[in-house]
């Protein structure tokens, strides 16, 4: 925990100093979530996405925080366009691995889960 303070302190001095530092608004993001601090998290990972849509990582962090918090149509969503940026960015590992989330998040409320 005394870590993941130290990490969090560091991180929001960096964003204090640059607001628009989108690295560090996501590595923050992530550091929140660590600490179940949900709702902190999904407005920073909100934040990276309306700054750059183009920011690869974001897509599968926000779209499991939505599917986690019941926004499954968000959920489905980023992770449908997160897909379309894979593609365009030719990066097939993040677009296979977003195409996944996407396949078990609907075999999910398919069946009921």
């Known amino acids: 925990m005394k870590d993941h303070n130290h990490h969090i302190s560091r991180l929001a001095g960096f964003l204090k100093k640059n607001p628009d ?3 560090s608004k996501f590595a923050l993001a992530l550091e929140l979530l660590k600490i179940n601090e949900v709702s902190k998290a999904c407005i920073l990972f909100e934040s990276v996405l309306q ?6 990582g974001v897509y599968y962090h926000l779209g499991k ?3 986690q918090t019941g926004r499954l149509e968000d959920a489905r969503k980023l992770f ?3 897909m379309k940026v894979a593609t365009k960015q030719k990066n097939e590992k993040t677009r296979l691995e977003l ?3 996407l396949e078990i998040l609907n075999s999910e409320t398919e069946h009921g889960y």
Request: zero cysteines.
């Open 99 to 101: 195409a996944e989330a």
């Open 51 to 56: 700054q750059d849509v183009t920011y690869l």
């Open 21 to 23: 530092d989108i690295f």
């Open 65 to 67: 925080l939505y599917q």
């Open 80 to 82: 449908s366009d997160g």
